[in-house]
T-cell receptor, first 114, second 115 residues
Framework: DSGVTQTPKHLITATGQRVTLRCSPRSGDLSVYWYQQSLDQGLQFLIQYYNGEERAKGNILERFSAQQFPDLHSELNLSSLELGDSALYFC?????????????FGSGTRLTVV | GDSVTQMEGPVTLSEEAFLTINCTYTATGYPSLFWYVQYPGEGLQLLLKATKADDKGSNKGFEATYRKETTSFHLEKGSVQVSDSAVYFCALSDRQGQAGTALIFGKGTTLSVSS
C-alpha cells in the first residue's frame, strides 16, 4: 500500500456521461498530480494541485476538470466522455510542489467508456 | 517542449543477463531525471533519481548516470532476475518547462526476464 488511495478502481460508463475520480494523497503530502495512461499516448500529465491551488497544467482537455479540497483530497471530473477517454488514470502525491524526491503513485482507476 | 524518449520494447532477457534501457531527453532548463518501475496491476514506484549532471542514481542493483553532454540517462543492471520483469519509465522534472515541476514520462519499456 503506497498510501495514495484512488477510488473507484474500475469504472465502466457510456459515451456522453460524466464521472468523478477521487484521490486521497499520502498523509503529509500537499501536492497532487493527475496522469492519464493509455497504450498509444503513454503517461500524460494532466494537472497538478498544491495545497488547494492549481500549480501546473498539462495536456488536459477542456472536458476535464479537477480540484483539491481543504482536506487535500482531489477529484478529477471527466465529462462528455468519448471512447478515446478509456484509460488508466493515476493520481500521485508529493510532500512539496517540486516532486524532486519523486512521487508516490496510487494504483489507478481504470475507466472504460463503451 | 520537454520530452523523454525511451528505447522501444519489449526487452526479453534470460536471468543473470546484463540490462540496458536507453533514455534520452529534451529539456528547457536543467532537469532532474528519474526511473520509475510499474509492476503488473500496480502504480508506478520510484526506482532511482539524479538531480544534476554526472550524478549516478542507484537502487536494488540498478544504476543510471546523468549525462548532460549526451542528454541521456540510461538504466543498467548487471544481472537481472525474473522478479525484475516490469515496465520501466524514464522521466524528467524541469522547473523551467511548461509543466512546471510535474514529471514528464517516456512511453515505457517492457522488460521480460525468463529463468
Amino acid at each position: 500500500d503506497s498510501g495514495v488511495t484512488q477510488t473507484p478502481k474500475h469504472l465502466i460508463t457510456a459515451t456522453g456521461q460524466r464521472v468523478t475520480l477521487r484521490c486521497s494523497p499520502r498523509s503529509g503530502d500537499l501536492s497532487v498530480y493527475w496522469y492519464q495512461q493509455s497504450l498509444d499516448q503513454g503517461l500524460q500529465f494532466l494537472i497538478q494541485y498544491y495545497n488547494g491551488e492549481e500549480r501546473a497544467k498539462g495536456n488536459i482537455l477542456e472536458r476535464f476538470s479537477a480540484q483539491q479540497f481543504p482536506d487535500l483530497h482531489s477529484e478529477l471530473n471527466l465529462s462528455s466522455l468519448e471512447l478515446g477517454d478509456s484509460a488508466l488514470y493515476f493520481c500521485a502525491s508529493s510532500v512539496e510542489g517540486t516532486g524532486w524526491d519523486g512521487y508516490t503513485f496510487g494504483s489507478g482507476t481504470r475507466l472504460t467508456v463503451v | 517542449g520537454d520530452s523523454v524518449t525511451q528505447m522501444e520494447g519489449p526487452v526479453t532477457l534470460s536471468e543473470e543477463a546484463f540490462l540496458t534501457i536507453n533514455c534520452t531527453y529534451t529539456a528547457t532548463g536543467y532537469p532532474s531525471l528519474f526511473w520509475y518501475v510499474q509492476y503488473p496491476g500496480e502504480g508506478l514506484q520510484l526506482l532511482l533519481k539524479a538531480t544534476k549532471a554526472d550524478d549516478k542514481g542507484s537502487n536494488k542493483g540498478f544504476e543510471a548516470t546523468y549525462r548532460k553532454e549526451t542528454t541521456s540517462f540510461h538504466l543498467e543492471k548487471g544481472s537481472v532476475q525474473v522478479s525484475d520483469s516490469a515496465v520501466y519509465f524514464c522521466a524528467l522534472s524541469d522547473r523551467q518547462g511548461q509543466a512546471g515541476t510535474a514529471l514528464i514520462f517516456g512511453k515505457g519499456t517492457t522488460l521480460s526476464v525468463s529463468s
